[in-house]
């Protein structure tokens, strides 16, 4: 192989990496959201799981990032980091506000697994804010604590 061979082989590898690159960005981003939001999902009918079957009340925590931590989940004074250890600081962003657009930093089950005294509905939502970031949600809809999963614009209603 000639030198001229080795540069035109490079090039090519250049650009092909340059064409994938934003791609494989965006993927992993939907990837940390897609988690985020798994674990959000879990916490929040983990929480009122327990407080049906114990009959007291339960209360998921927010605990938003910052640029040196991790943003983290606590269920019944049990506390984790979002992605369970996965995700670097900084690497997702974890927020939750009410029906009103109020920040929430906390939600809480009832002994019966209604929710208590909040406005509804509740956007919980875990952002991967690099480069071709992604969205998502846990949307909670009603007393009873319906969910639903969202992305992009419904996180933001």
Known sequence: MTILEVIAVMAILGI??????????????RQRANRGTD???????????????TRRNRTVEFVEGTATA????????????????????GAVQLSA???????????????????????LPIHITVAAPLE????KCVIIRSLLGATQIGSDGECNS
Do not use: H, M, Y
Request: glycine residues 14%.
């Open 132 to 135: 071709g970031g992604a969205t």
């Open 97 to 119: 506000v009410d029906g009103n657009s109020d920040p929430v930093s906390e939600i809480s089950f009832a002994s019966t697994g209604g929710l208590n005294d909040v406005d």
């Open 39 to 53: 674990q959000v999902l879990q916490a929040v009918r983990k929480a009122q799981a327990d407080a049906k079957r």
């Open 16 to 29: 092909l990496a340059a064409i994938a690159a934003p791609g494989w960005t965006a993927f992993a981003n």
């Open 70 to 89: 991790t943003p983290k989940l606590i269920v019944g004074g049990v506390s984790s980091n979002l992605g369970e250890g996965s995700f670097n600081p």
